[in-house]
């Protein structure tokens, strides 16, 4: 059991040394630059949503924690109530608080990285390529949101699946279940490494515990129970079956949500059928495990009715971990391009349709060749590399037959 323990802790490979310190100073220089530049662009987003919120926050206080002015839930309130206290414009607060969110992102990001050898980046360079990928820049300092914050800690409870620390993987997935609903896309990956893996199923239901303890808390400050726990409902409520998004449904712009949200789950679940079957029939390691959650947060927005444009930003960042691979390694790119064009129609008042129509294609063939090398290594695997996870498995195993 101790030698186990020992095997599963964070990777230490001395033949990946770390930039200088000068370096690393400069090129996070550059990043926090280039997202001030950013800065005074005021998106309609900040402009219809995020900045009246600020307002109120900034009129009435913490009471305003109880207000039913917002569709988004409570953890994410909090910080804004936290940014309003910031003496800075309103629009710029609600920036602060999201570029916490891309620093907390980063440190995500090296955290996986280091847990996985076989990526072949150092941890520290791949933490400043996610700065730099241009969703990820423009999400938070151009467009205000902050899709930066729920991904990191879904990048944190994949980096526990690696260390086969179920408790924590649960835990950080319902953090970021609590502040966006878009973590759903990671779960079909969670749940089936948990169900391979023989997790308690009190780990799930300790999530959702989780879930609603942090959703619930708005009712200290006298908003209504059916009030508070109805923030995702409401954001499932679209009239199109595509908002933007760069998947299958941006070819059917004329089919309503009402006409095409059954056919579309069917058709999501059986994708993911497709790729809970891949995972299945090989075995269960460390680089594996990436593949299927790379798979998931990427298959469900593109199969899924009423996705927005940004609903990718996951898949965008966890490709990163793909560039290692040369059959994979454009995917990364593929997507951060995909990604750039949703960004720039929205930029743009979504004037044409014929580039998400092409992006949507691009898309496919990228989140295909993911899902097709999750397939494909079943037989190859033990050909790759030992991973920490699968050397601990195989010394475990050793240890339990002598």
């Given at each position: ?169 649960w835990l950080w997935w319902a953090v970021a279940l609590s502040f966006k609903l878009q973590a759903v896309f990671f779960l079909p990956a969670l749940a089936l490494i948990a ?208």
């Open positions: 059991m101790g030698g186990t323990e020992i095997l599963l802790q964070p990777s230490t490979d001395r033949t990946r040394k770390p930039l200088p310190t000068w370096v690393l100073l400069i090129l996070g220089s550059v990043a926090l630059a280039a997202r001030i530049a950013l800065f005074p662009y005021v998106s309609p987003d900040s402009r219809l949503f995020f900045v009246p919120w600020m307002q109120e926050f900034r009129t009435q206080g913490a009471s305003a924690l109880g207000g039913e002015f917002s569709s988004y839930n409570f953890p994410y309130m909090f910080l804004m109530f936290l940014g309003s206290l910031i003496p800075a414009e309103e629009h710029y607060a609600v920036k602060i608080v999201s570029l916490v969110g891309d620093c907390l992102l980063a440190f995500s990001v090296r955290g996986v990285v280091k847990q996985l050898p076989s990526a072949g980046l150092r941890p520290e360079v791949a933490a400043l390529i996610a700065l730099f990928l241009p969703t990820v820049l423009l999400n938070a300092s151009m467009w205000g949101q902050c899709d930066s914050i729920y991904t990191a800690f879904l990048l944190l409870s994949l980096r526990s699946l690696l260390l086969r620390d179920g408790p924590r993987a169900l391979r893996n023989r997790h308690s199923l009190a780990l799930p239901a300790m999530a959702v515990g989780v879930w609603g303890l942090f959703s619930g808390l708005p009712i200290l400050f006298g908003r209504t129970l059916t009030s508070t726990f109805s923030v995702y409902f409401h954001q499932t409520q679209e009239d199109n079956l595509s908002m933007g998004a760069v998947n299958i449904y941006a070819w059917f712009p004329s089919v309503t949500a009402a006409e095409g949200k059954i056919p579309a789950l069917l058709i999501c679940g059986l994708g993911l059928l497709v790729m809970a079957t891949a995972y299945w029939r090989g075995p269960d390691s460390a680089d594996r495990n990436v593949l299927l959650a790379i798979s998931s947060v990427a298959l469900c927005p593109f199969l899924l009715p009423q996705m927005h444009d940004r609903y990718f930003f996951t898949a965008e960042v966890m490709s990163l971990l793909l560039l290692h691979r040369k059959k994979l390694r454009l995917v990364p790119w593929l997507l951060a391009g995909t990604g750039l064009v949703a960004y720039c129609l929205y930029f743009t008042g979504y004037r044409y349709i014929w580039p998400l129509l092409l992006a949507s294609i691009v898309q496919f063939f990228a989140i295909a060749a993911v899902v097709f090398e999750l397939w494909r290594t079943n037989a190859k695997h033990q050909k790759d590399p030992l991973t920490p996870q699968s050397t601990a498995n195989s010394r475990a195993s050793s240890t339990r037959t002598t």
